[in-house]
């Protein structure tokens, strides 16, 4: 099975720049996702990782250590409208296909402030 | 305009009523997942189908029933509603190697 652990709530300030971190024990591993989920609505795809390093878009990056089962997501130049959830999700691999099961983390809800 | 559908959006019943929430996407996609989220947790797996035919259970299966009979629709059956199967539920479906999910709009379910 999968266990995913990711702190609960943040705060940062408007402008600058926030970590949130990601640990994983995975049975099976095929890649890790964030997503990011505004109160109320569903969530909606912000990065995917399966090879180890960054992957970067925009002002969001993902960072992932595969021996480490570790990931976080940088958030950078932080506005308003960054206040949300964010959601750390590791997909298994399972019958030779690359979609199975998918295991989400509690979600770390981020308040940014003027 | 390529999305995931769910139906209805809202939905109040009373212990032992049978439903079904359906779920439609516009996409082809071959993967399709339901999902529930409860305040402070997580979304967790309830079921998913990779394929036609083809369905395996998640992390949360129990009291749930589901079917895949055509690739584009996924619904979410259950038999005998309870109180701890009120929630918020999402649908989601992808391309079997896909990055992304995308995710309906979600089902607020509340079991009297």
């Known amino acids: 099975g999968q266990n995913i652990d990711q702190p609960t709530e943040m705060t940062a300030t408007e402008g600058a720049i926030v970590q949130i971190n990601c640990t994983y024990q995975?049975?099976?591993?095929?890649?890790l996702f964030w997503y990011q989920q505004h109160a109320g609505e569903a969530p909606t795809f912000l990065s995917y990782?399966?090879?180890?390093g960054l992957e970067e878009k925009g002002r969001f990056s993902s960072f992932l250590s595969r021996s480490k089962g570790y990931s976080y997501l940088l958030l950078k130049e932080l506005q308003m409208k960054d206040s949300a959830s964010y959601l750390c999700?590791?997909?298994?691999?399972?019958?030779?296909?690359?979609?199975?099961?998918?295991?989400f983390g509690d979600g770390t809800t981020l308040t940014v402030k003027p | 305009e390529a999305q995931v559908t769910q139906n209805p959006r809202y939905l109040i019943t009373v212990t032992g009523k049978k439903l079904t929430v359906t779920c439609s996407q516009n996409?082809?996609?071959?993967?399709m997942s339901w999902y529930r989220q409860d305040p402070g947790l997580g979304l967790r797996q309830i079921y998913y189908?990779?394929?036609?035919?083809?369905?395996d259970k998640g992390d949360v299966p129990e009291g749930y029933k589901v079917s895949r009979k055509e690739k584009r629709n996924f619904p979410l059956i259950l038999e005998s509603p309870s109180p701890n199967q009120t929630s918020l539920y999402f649908c989601?479906?992808?391309?079997?190697?896909?990055?992304?999910?995308?995710f309906g709009p979600g089902t607020r379910l509340t079991v009297l």
């Open positions: 999700a590791v997909r298994d691999h399972r019958r030779g296909t690359n979609a199975g099961k998918s295991t």
């Open positions: 996409m082809n996609h071959e993967y």
């Open positions: 989601a479906s992808s391309t079997p190697g896909g990055n992304e999910q995308f």
């Open positions: 995975t049975s099976g591993f095929n890649g």
């Open positions: 189908s990779m394929n036609v035919e083809v369905t």
């Open positions: 990782n399966v090879l180890d």
